[in-house]
């Protein structure tokens, strides 16, 4: 199985933008407008302190200069992963636009203001949802999970508000590398990366496909 990118894309160094974030938001809504569904899901991969890694997928909820932000269970395996071993990489797979965004960096908690209001804001069953399921630990079968639900929303069936669990949040990582890939033909494909200096600022460079 193998698809041959196009010839006459490519990415250079003078296409990109001044910074990672002013590219990734034209990058993104590229997505956007290319119509891709969920153009905000990304594969967070985390290692525990052995370096045994794990990944899944996860929507991203925001971005700024500080990094990427998504929300989720604490005590679930990323959660407890980005405790103990605070660094994630992100891959965006942006493949019928033959296009990927690869970071690398250090993960952090949200402040819990910004955690509670993301909450808030998510719909109803979403919220007991986050309270019912114990996300990553093993259930006996989905009879379980469902009666756990049910007893979520009976507890909270005359709460107009649904508190945030103490144990949910917001995760930002903070990038050290963003990295665009471009498909090019003969799988010449074009990587520049902005990579973070130790003294500060950023350089840019070009990777070998």
Known sequence: MRNEYAADLGLTEADLAAD???????????????GLPEPNAMVVGTADPAGRPSGRTVL??????????FFTNHLSRKGVEATANPYASLVF????????????????????????????????GSQLGAWASPQSQ?????AELEESYREVAERFADEDVIPTPSHWG????HPESVEFWQGRA??????LRFRRLDEGGWIVERLAP
Do not use: C, I, N
């Open 20 to 34: 990672w974030h002013t590219q990734f938001a034209s990058w993104f809504a590229d997505a956007v407008a290319f």
């Open 60 to 69: 991203l909820k925001g971005y700024d200069p500080e990094g990427f932000v």
């Open 93 to 124: 797979p942006w493949f019928p636009m033959q296009r990927q965004v690869v970071v690398a960096g250090r993960v952090a908690p949200v402040d819990r203001t910004t955690s509670e209001a993301y909450f808030t804001s998510r719909p109803r």
């Open 138 to 142: 093993v259930v006996s079968g989905r």
């Open 170 to 173: 917001g995760l930002r990582v």
């Open 186 to 191: 003969g799988r010449l494909h074009d990587r």
